[in-house]
Every structure is written in C-alpha cells, then in structure tokens.
T-cell receptor
Framework: DAGVTQSPTHLIKTRGQQVTLRCSPK?????VSWYQQALGQGPQFIFQ???????QRGNFPDRFSGHQFPNYSSELNVNALLLGDSALYLC?????????????FGPGTRLTVL | GNSVTQMEGPVTLSEEAFLTINCTYT??????LFWYVQYPGEGLQLLLK?????DKGSNKGFEATYRKETTSFHLEKGSVQVSDSAVYFC????????????FGQGTRLTINP
C-alpha cells in the first residue's frame, strides 16, 4: 500500500521563477493538504483540496496556487519565487475531508530559491 | 485563534531516561490533538492522537493525555532509546471548523548512548 508520494525530492530555482510540486495521496484518500515548513519551524498550512476544489486556505499570497485532479493527486504552484519561499513543502492526505483521524504526510520537496 | 506552544528545545537525554515534552494549546472549538515525529531528512509521521478530553493516545512506548482543564497534551516516554532522536511536533485540528493542522514549533530531541 503506497503512502503519500511527492516529486521532485529537491529543487533549486532562482528568484522570479515559477515552480510546480506534485503529490499523490495515500491509497483510498481523497483530500490533499499542503504545508510549508521553513527551517527550524513547524509546518504552516497553505491550502487543502477536496473534490477538486480548494476548500480552505491559510495565510499565503495568491502566488501560491494549486489544483487537484480527478485521481485525487494534486499540484502546488508558486509564481514569482522569493528567497523566503525556500522551505520544505509537505503534502498530506486524509479521507473524506475530515481530518480528525490525522493526516498522513509525504517525505516533502525541498525547494531552494537562489 | 488556534495555536500550539511546545517547550523550548533542544532536549538532550541519556538512553533509558524519562522523557517529557510539554505542549499546551489554545483553541476556539473542540480540537483533536496529535503528536507527529520527524526523523532527519524525512517527512512527518503521526505518532499518536487523542480526539476528546481525557483520552490517552499511545504508540511505540510514547503516551499523551488530552487534558482539557489545563489545555495540555504532554508527550511522555518512560525509557528513551537512541532511535527516538528526532524532532517532535504537537498539533491540533478543529473538526467543526477549518480542516487544517496547526503545529507547534517543534522540539528537537537527542538521545545519547
């Protein structure tokens, strides 16, 4: 049973560029949440997708956008990259939009902006 | 608002020592509480959870009890091992509201042999 997978593992970009990160949820899960974890900090919620709709958003600018596909996989897009966007981006999946049972995390994508 | 505060780290212990990592929370609703662990170079793994007051979550020798009266969810282990070295995150989620996890800042734990 595959867990949550993310690609790529590492990514290096320069300021002003655009990046797309990908996530496949755990088998049987239909909800995907994205988090940003800066070095030495706890993860911060970016947004959540359920039934291909963004259902909840954290305090992140519109440069951060996403998409969920019919197979429940998801993409996170960041435009006009800033140095401060350097972080570990975590994808988490859960079932049925309700996360009371906990969310399952992927290994993350390490983004470095130069 | 909703927030989680963890004890300041890093924490360094000897093998077989008793571990406590403090966690307190502020929530506008009725949260479920979680402990996640992050090993070096990896994502987060759910360690244990509790969904209502007085519930005790447990896993791999770790325990935490949901204390509504003190708004706390302290993590404990009776005898730590070198393999427990990791960063531990306390988190909450409000089921009736935003379906998002709110994390503490994390506590880095190092166990020396």
């Amino acid at each position: 049973d595959a867990g949550v997978t993310q690609s790529p593992t590492h990514l290096i970009k320069t300021r002003g560029q655009q990046v797309t990160l990908r996530c496949s949820p755990k088998s049987g899960h239909d909800t995907v949440s994205w988090y940003q974890q800066a070095l030495g900090q706890g993860p911060q919620f970016i947004f959540q997708y359920y039934e291909e709709e963004e259902r909840q958003r954290g305090n992140f600018p519109d440069r951060f956008s996403g998409h969920q596909f019919p197979n429940y996989s998801s993409e996170l897009n960041v435009n006009a990259l800033l140095l401060g966007d350097s972080a570990l981006y975590l994808c988490a999946s859960s079932l049925g939009g309700a996360s009371g049972s906990g969310q399952f995390f992927g290994p993350g994508t390490r983004l470095t902006v130069l | 608002g909703n927030s989680v505060t963890q004890m300041e780290g890093p924490v360094t212990l000897s093998e077989e020592a008793f571990l406590t990592i403090n966690c307190t929370y502020t929530a506008t609703g009725y949260p479920s509480l979680f402990w996640y662990v992050q090993y070096p170079g990896e994502g987060l793994q759910l360690l244990l959870k509790a969904t209502k007051a007085d519930d005790k979550g447990s896993n791999k020798g770790f325990e935490a009890t949901y204390r509504k009266e003190t708004t706390s969810f302290h993590l404990e282990k009776g005898s730590v091992q070198v393999s427990d070295s990791a960063v531990y995150f306390c988190a909450l989620i409000i089921i009736q509201g935003a379906q998002k996890l709110v994390f503490g800042q994390g506590t880095r734990l190092t166990i020396n042999p």
